[in-house]
């Protein structure tokens, strides 16, 4: 069975950093795909990043693009988002998915992705 812990969320002033973790179980890294998805206050869910074995990074957001990175720590089943220069509008709920794709699905959307992390909460003061 497949399960997700995420951490690491808190209160955070606009400019800010944070690292998102999630711990993982029961699948092996190299045949899922592993994202981050937001929902931020009054949206719906989102895709943010995610990462594949064969293909590396893909982001979701634009607007997260060279402030945010994922990492996986394959031996320790980790899966982290490295969040920088945060802005209020980066303030929602973050869940860690994953799902048994070689590849990251293009779409970003929460349908492709069936296991889920219960989230943790970011808040970006400004």
């Known amino acids: 069975e497949v399960q997700l812990v995420e951490s690491g969320g808190g209160l955070v002033q606009a400019g800010g950093s944070l690292r998102l973790s999630c711990a993982a179980s029961?699948?092996?890294?190299?045949?899922?795909?592993l994202a981050w998805f937001r929902q931020r206050p009054g949206k719906e869910r989102e895709g943010v990043i995610c990462l594949s074995r064969l293909e590396g990074s893909i982001y979701y957001e634009d607007s997260v693009k060279g402030r945010f990175t994922i990492s996986s720590d394959n031996g320790n089943k980790m899966i982290y988002l490295y969040m920088t220069s945060l802005k209020p509008e980066d303030t929602a709920v973050y869940y860690c998915?994953?799902?048994?794709?070689?590849?990251?699905?293009?779409?970003?959307?929460?349908?492709?992705?069936?296991?889920w992390g219960q989230g943790t909460q970011v808040i970006v003061s400004s």
């Open positions: 029961g699948f092996s890294f190299d045949n899922y795909a």
């Open positions: 998915a994953v799902e048994d794709f070689s590849f990251c699905p293009s779409s970003g959307k929460a349908i492709d992705f069936t296991s």
